[in-house]
């Protein structure tokens, strides 16, 4: 093999400096098209001088103060490549981090302008920390409500997630570290996730699972983490359909798959189809792929394009043109970061239920009763590697009795004593009760309900005060039996840090409420989809997707069932109008639709109008699926025209027998309003 060649010492220092010298050169003087282009060529220059030793580094995993890492190879100036977690900050238990919103909640912003900003931030605490690869955004599709790692995900929706996906991506990778998108693929339970084969049809893979891993690879995301799980009964890491043909070869992805850490199951099955580092160890792309290389089994060029994939990801964010910065006891907090927590906690939090306008709290009470053990302690992040140590947690108690002022009496009661805590609440002019519901990785949740002690509290508190709100900390949705009896419910899916100055934000008025919900809050357990036990958990370690593209809100939609709040729902402190929908087709390639969103209330407020678009009946697409989206922030009685530009290619659905993506024809329906169900307009158009 000519990469292990030796060279005379002279003559290989020469070699180096020379090749030093055309890769410097190769970044000079032009700005490539796409970036990743240019990086795999300057990436296949190097490797093609590489021993098969050196190529091996970077292909697996050695112990490191991280929670992964590959070693350097000095002679050719390739630092070490240090992974971290998580989707909403520094993880591991690294300290002097920020305590972020998880990313559900920055997806419930529905903001990509804010999740951007959000994600830059977690970006660079990562750089700052020493870290050049940061292990998220995760956006495997919440099919299960009760999924442990819904809190972690981008929601329900495959347009949604793809549309805040891209945001996210780049930007973490703005501070010159590459992202990692996870997991693919299916790893839509936590429920024996090492041993369940997640067996989907094709079209439901197309139109629901691959979708934001499909704008992840078009925004330019380095690297993707293969999953657990097994895909049609093939392992994750080892599975030529979902690695090789589908990320690699279709959708285009240039930057290498690592496994998730122990998902790595073979030597020759994993690297022939389409596993690329093995992390965290060496167990299998060590010594054995070295031996399957020598001996034939593994073939040399499938090393070389393992590695090129590695360089071309470091490359192309430009880890390989600068030193490497950073350790893992700096100090990655500052106040503008303390800022951002704080606005995307707020911009998070979601106004399901306003009986009579309660909310924001009158100027007139001056008597406040904060109930629950949440209201002193908050539940206000997940676990798992998702989880991270915080700083300090503002308290609802902290923040709503500074944002109070000296004039209001804040009181608090436990969640243990419910005739201690409905007396306060009767002598109270407002009863604020906190409660939350705790998710993690490697397991999912029970079921749905807060539990029974959270439930009877409610209702013991709502007895006794008719102004009665319910705030509730949550990881994805949660059963509400008592929303009927309360006046007011705001979720704030997991806020971090910030959790006590954000709510008090919110429930004074400061903030006018613009959270939609990303996910749909059941009337029931019963109501949900893939509730029958063959499709989760499985049955013999077999999950059937057989309700194939009827995931969240479409499943409601074509059952006729009323969840108790639907997909993108969330209300505001003021109202809006919505007129005048049209269409044009300003190109072969795009369909332009084109309303009037008015605020008709006292305050100002932000609106996210959203396009769902209904198939012809032949198709067998569910009965409406979100296509579009757009948040404005208007003043009172404002008014402004929102566009929304649709590609034809939208307009497609996955043809199994062709494999391929066919275009819709005939009549399509449009319906644009404030929620799935909330639909203020509709027209039909032909394509």
Request: with cysteine; net charge positive; hydrophobic share 40%.
């Amino acid at each position: 093999y000519k990469s292990e060649r030796r060279l005379e010492t002279t003559s290989d220092a020469m070699k180096i400096i020379l090749l030093s010298l055309v890769l410097s050169l190769s970044i000079v003087g032009a700005i490539p098209v796409n970036p990743m282009d240019s990086a795999r060529d300057r990436a296949k220059l190097l490797v093609s001088n590489m021993t098969m030793d050196e190529k091996l580094v970077l292909v697996s995993g050695v112990k490191s103060p991280y929670v992964g890492s590959t070693a350097a190879i000095p002679k050719w100036k390739i630092p070490p490549l240090y992974l971290q977690d998580g989707p909403q900050g520094v993880g591991d238990g690294l300290k002097q981090v920020t305590f972020w919103p998880c990313t559900l909640a920055a997806v419930s912003s529905w903001d990509t302008k804010l999740m951007y900003k959000y994600a830059q931030a977690i970006g660079w605490e990562q750089k700052v920390k020493g870290v050049n690869i940061h292990l998220g955004p995760m956006v495997n599709i919440a099919r299960i409500p009760t999924g442990g790692r819904n809190f972690e995900s981008f929601g329900e929706d495959p347009h949604l997630s793809s549309a805040m996906v891209v945001p996210y991506v780049q930007g973490v990778q703005s501070n010159g570290i590459m992202a990692t998108v996870k997991h693919f693929v299916d790893n839509n339970q936590e429920l024996n996730r090492t041993l369940t084969s997640a067996n989907v049809p094709q079209r439901a893979q197309w139109e629901i699972y691959y979708p934001a891993f499909k704008a992840a690879v078009d925004a330019g995301v380095a690297t993707a983490m293969c999953s657990y799980n097994r895909i049609n009964d093939t392992y994750a890491c080892e599975n030529d359909q979902t690695l090789n043909k589908d990320l690699k070869n279709r959708m285009g992805f240039k930057g290498f798959v690592m496994s998730d850490w122990g998902a790595t199951h073979s030597t020759e099955k994993a690297a022939i189809n389409g596993l690329d580092q093995q992390m965290p160890g060496a167990s299998f792309f060590g010594a054995k792929l070295k031996d399957a290389i020598i001996k034939g089994r593994v073939p040399h060029s499938r090393l070389d394009d393992m590695a090129i994939r590695v360089l071309t990801a470091a490359y192309s964010v430009g880890i390989m043109d600068r030193k490497p910065s950073g350790n893992p006891k700096a100090n990655a907090r500052n106040t503008t970061h303390d800022h951002i927590a704080k606005e995307v906690a707020t911009q998070s939090a979601i106004l399901l239920k306003n009986h009579n306008g309660l909310l924001p709290i009158s100027p007139s009470y001056t008597k406040i009763a904060l109930i629950g053990d949440d209201a002193t302690k908050p539940l206000a992040g997940g676990g798992g590697s998702g989880g991270v140590v915080p700083p300090f947690i503002v308290s609802p108690l902290d923040g709503i009795t500074k944002r109070a002022g000296n004039k209001v009496s804040v009181k608090a009661a436990g969640s243990s004593d419910h005739s201690k805590a409905a007396q306060l609440a009767s002598q109270s002019d407002i009863a604020i009760l906190f409660v939350s519901a705790y998710s993690h990785e490697g397991a999912d949740r029970d079921s749905l309900s807060l539990g029974q002690k959270n439930d009877k509290l409610i209702e013991a508190v709502a007895k006794a005060q008719k102004h009665t709100i319910v705030v509730v900390f949550a990881p994805g949705a949660v059963l509400m039996p008592w929303a009927s009896q309360v006046s007011g419910v705001i979720v704030s899916p997991y806020p971090g840090q910030a959790c006590g100055n954000a709510i008090a934000s919110v429930l004074f008025g400061d903030y006018n409420p613009s959270g939609k919900l990303p996910v749909t809050f059941p009337l029931s357990e019963s109501q949900v989809p893939a509730s029958s036990p063959p499709n989760y958990p499985g049955i013999a370690n077999e999950a059937s997707y057989s309700e194939g593209l009827m995931v969240g809100y479409r499943w409601y939609d074509q059952k006729s069932l009323s969840p108790l709040f639907p997909f993108g729902h969330g209300l505001s402190y003021t109202t809006f109008a919505y007129s005048g929908l049209s269409y044009t087709f300003p190109s072969t390639d795009v369909v332009q639709f084109s309303f009037t969103v008015t605020n008709n209330g006292p305050v100002a407020g932000s609106e996210v109008a959203q396009l769902y678009i209904g198939f012809p009946k032949e198709t067998n697409e569910p009965p409406a699926v979100l296509k579009g989206f757009q948040k404005v922030l208007l003043n009172p009685k404002q008014g402004t025209l929102i566009t929304i530009n649709v590609p034809r290619t939208e307009f497609s659905i996955w043809n199994v027998a062709k494999n391929d993506w066919e275009r819709t024809k005939g009549d399509h329906r449009v319906s644009v309003g404030s929620s799935s169900r909330d639909i203020r307009l509709n027209t039909q158009f032909k394509l």
